[in-house]
């Protein structure tokens, strides 16, 4: 039976026209600047997002971990979200390899922070005791409330506080170019406010590897020798760099418009999944209001809900009939659609749901990891 793979975005495959374009990039020493398909890359990240210089990383951990060390000290304080992917899932990169704390605000449902205790939370630098504020981090999209898109103004709003404060504001935009399409925005203009951005190649455009950090020349010259402490300075990379160039291109190979299509293929997974018996909110920032799953949370590629049952005995029905998802945080089940998932695709998944509920329909919440299983 074909898998249908909605565990991340992350699972795609190269398109037939990336996997040409490796095959035909132009390479050089990328360490000594000779590499001309990363500076291509570079440039057009740069120009896209309106910023002076990019700088093509490995990752997106490592994008976030570049862009910390060049805006930060030994010490020093980053302001962020508390269930953000730089506090939760980047392996504490920031207290072992940046050297600075994180003072972590609560997520609200709509993927922003109260801007009131964004402000309120500004260290008081003539105190000895207490560290340095030196950043503030927010993610966009929001990946722990549903994945919401957060506004050209918010950003602006962020921004201001931040910046009142003589502290720069970072953007993890992992998936940017969602928020991007979702809120049919100029990238320039939701990257604006902003003093650096990380977006990833290898999520919802498709690419196998790679992520890219913008910001002025000479952030993104600290930005460059961070990634060269990390070990991060590669050479012939223009193989990997030119699929990334081809998704940020216009035209037929560019990946970014096509975001919509994931987008509303999100929409109709949580459309026929609130229909459901067994499917409930997911609660916390993904969805505050309790009982039926709300639809419209889905606004870009992320659907995340709460079954009422065993969760991974669910799960595991749910393999059985050829489709994959993840578990989340608090006890919920993420979905996410990407490239190469189509509107048949969610139809079988619908089915495929419909048959994993009716079969575990007796299972009693934490009942399988009681058993073992
Ligand atoms: C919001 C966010 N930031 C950063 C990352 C890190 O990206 P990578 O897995 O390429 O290190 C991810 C990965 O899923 C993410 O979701």
């Known amino acids: 039976m074909p898998r249908i793979d909605l565990r991340s975005d992350t699972v795609t495959h190269p398109t037939p026209a990336m996997r040409h374009a490796m095959a035909e990039a132009e390479v050089g020493d990328d360490v000594f600047g000779d590499d001309p398909t990363v500076n291509a890359l570079e440039e057009r990240a740069a120009a896209l997002l309106g910023k002076e210089a990019g700088l093509f990383v490995a990752s997106g951990t490592m994008g976030n971990l570049v862009a910390q060390m060049a805006h930060l000290g030994r010490g020093q304080e980053t302001i962020a979200s508390a269930e953000s992917h730089l506090v939760m899932d980047e392996a504490a990169g920031h207290a ?21 205790l964004v402000a309120e939370s500004f260290r008081d630098p003539e105190d000895p005791h207490e560290p340095l504020s030196g950043l503030v981090a927010i993610e966009n ?15 602006q709003a962020v921004a201001d506080v931040a910046h009142a404060q003589g502290v720069p504001l970072h953007v993890d935009g992992a998936r940017f170019f969602n928020a991007v399409v979702a809120l049919g925005v100029d990238p320039a203009a939701l990257a604006g406010p902003a003093d650096s951005v990380t977006f990833c190649l290898s999520k919802g455009l498709a690419c196998p590897i790679g992520s890219v950090v913008v910001g002025s020349r000479a952030y993104i010259w600290r930005a460059r020798r961070a990634r060269k402490l ?15 160039l081809l998704a940020l291109s216009d035209g037929p190979d560019g990946m970014i418009p096509r975001l919509a299509e994931d987008h509303a293929n999100a929409r109709r997974l949580a459309e026929g999944l609130a229909d459901m018996a067994g499917i409930e909110s997911p609660g916390g920032a993904a969805q505050p209001t309790p009982g039926r799953l709300d639809p419209a949370r889905a606004r870009t590629n992320f659907v995340i809900f709460r079954v009422a049952r065993d969760r ?17 945080p608090h006890g919920t089940i993420r979905a996410v659609t990407h490239y190469g998932i189509t509107v048949d695709d969610i139809d079988a998944t619908l089915v495929a749901v419909r048959a994993a509920l009716a079969e575990t329909a007796g299972s009693t919440v934490g009942a399988a990891a009681a058993a073992g299983a």
């Open 96 to 116: 072992v390899v940046v050297g600075t704390s994180i003072r972590a605000l609560p997520d609200r449902a709509d993927g922003t922070l109260d801007l009131g």
């Open 141 to 155: 999209t929001h990946a722990h409330s549903m994945g919401q898109p957060l506004s050209v103004t918010y950003t």
């Open 312 to 328: 991974a005995a669910f799960l595991d029905a749910l393999e059985a009939q050829g489709v994959l998802m993840v578990t989340y």
């Open 230 to 244: 990390l070990g991060g300075g590669m050479r012939q990379v223009g193989v990997l760099a030119a699929p990334g």
